[in-house]
T-cell receptor, first 113, second 112 residues
Framework: NAGVTQTPKFQVLKTGQSMTLQCAQD?????MSWYRQDPGMGLRLIHY???????DQGEVPNGYNVSRSTTEDFPLRLLSAAPSQTSVYFC????????????FGPGTRLTVT | GENVEQHPSTLSVQEGDSAVIKCTYS??????FPWYKQELGKRPQLIID?????GEKKDQRIAVTLNKTAKHFSLHITETQPEDSAVYFC???????????FGSGTRLQVQP
């Protein structure tokens, strides 16, 4: 099993550009989530999904969209990139829900100039 | 929503000493409290977790204690080694949102 994979590993965007961060898992996990990690602020939840076709907002959802058309994939879309979105983004999955081990992907380091 | 506070933000110990990291949470219905370790440039990985029906759990040199009345839980690492150097995050379930809320992290440095 590859586990949780994310692409790209690094990305530089200009302000106003849009892009999609890809996340996939091959463990048949129902629960998937996106976090951003900023220095001194831990991991903050952006969006999450409890199953295919179901998504919900986390703590910091503004400026981001998600969709969950399959169990395996959970892409995160930045609508119009801003310098405040410079961060490291982690995707995670869990077999059932938030009350179980979260398996994190390797992360995407995004810089917005 | 859930609020998790973690202390200290940095911790330096000598090899062989013990390290303790403390977290408090606000959601009295929280029932799952994991701890993650993140090495530099790597992804967070679960090292130990505890559920609300248990007061203490131990795994070799690592232990977690939970006080539900006071709404705090702690990570204890004994006989620290240089490879324990990393950032440690606590987390608690946000029952209103069906999500995990993480603390801000503790950077542990073990001096050889």
């Amino acid at each position: 099993n590859a586990g949780v994979t994310q692409t790209p590993k690094f990305q530089v965007l200009k302000t106003g550009q849009s892009m999609t961060l890809q996340c996939a898992q091959d463990m048949n996990h129902e629960y998937m989530s996106w976090y951003r990690q900023d220095p001194g602020m831990g991991l903050r939840l952006i969006h999450y999904s409890v199953g295919a076709g179901i998504t919900d907002q986390g703590e910091v959802p503004n400026g981001y969209n998600v969709s969950r058309s399959t169990t395996e994939d959970f892409p995160l879309r930045l609508l119009s990139a801003a310098p405040s979105q410079t961060s490291v983004y982690f995707c995670a999955s869990s077999r059932f829900a938030e009350g179980y081990e979260q398996y994190f992907g390797p992360g995407t380091r995004l810089t917005v100039t | 929503g859930e609020n998790v506070e973690q202390h200290p933000s940095t911790l330096s110990v000598q090899e062989g000493d013990s390290a303790v990291i403390k977290c408090t949470y606000s959601d009295s219905a929280s029932n799952y409290f994991p701890w993650y370790k993140q090495e530099l440039g790597k992804r967070p990985q679960l090292i130990i977790d505890i559920r609300s029906n248990v007061g203490e759990k131990k795994d070799q040199r690592i232990a977690v204690t939970l006080n539900k009345t006071a709404k705090h839980f702690s990570l204890h690492i004994t006989e620290t080694q240089p490879e324990d150097s990393a950032v440690y995050f606590c987390a608690a379930t946000d029952t209103g949102r069906r999500a995990l809320t993480f603390g801000s992290g503790t950077r542990l440095q073990v001096q050889p």
